[in-house]
Nanobody
Framework: QVHLAESGGGLVQPGGSLRLSCFAS????????MAWDRQAPGKERQLVAD???????HYAGAVKDRCTISRDNAENTVYLQMNSLKPEETAVYYC?????????WGRGTLVSISS
């Protein structure tokens, strides 16, 4: 079983930056593909970015060039650096993974972008 714990959310002004963190339990973290999703109020959850076990990354078009996903396998942690944030990106941000076909995600961290 995998437990994920996100942190780093908060209130930021438009154009600001945040760095989200997600700690994952499990001794084989380095083999997981990790992803960040977000769910805005009243909207479906959508993928923000993901990173494979070997560090290959993929970004949603809406965040490409403004976000960077990275991982520290020694710390069992995946990060999401977000820059130039927009009010419409207010959402709960989740990290998630799938291990042996079973999906896991954390409780999320709220990111609010407002002046």
């Amino acid at each position: 079983q995998v437990h994920l714990a996100e942190s780093g959310g908060g209130l930021v002004q438009p154009g600001g930056s945040l760095r989200l963190s997600c700690f994952a339990s499990g001794s084989i973290f380095s083999t997981y593909t990790m992803a960040w999703d977000r769910q805005a109020p009243g909207k479906e959850r959508q993928l923000v970015a993901d990173i494979t076990s070997v560090g290959s990354t993929h970004y949603a078009g809406a965040v490409k060039d403004r976000c960077t996903i990275s991982r520290d396998n020694a710390e069992n942690t995946v990060y999401l650096q977000m820059n130039s944030l927009k009010p419409e990106e207010t959402a709960v941000y989740y990290c998630d993974t799938a291990v042996y076909g079973v999906g896991y995600w954390g409780r999320g961290t709220l990111v609010s972008i407002s002046s």
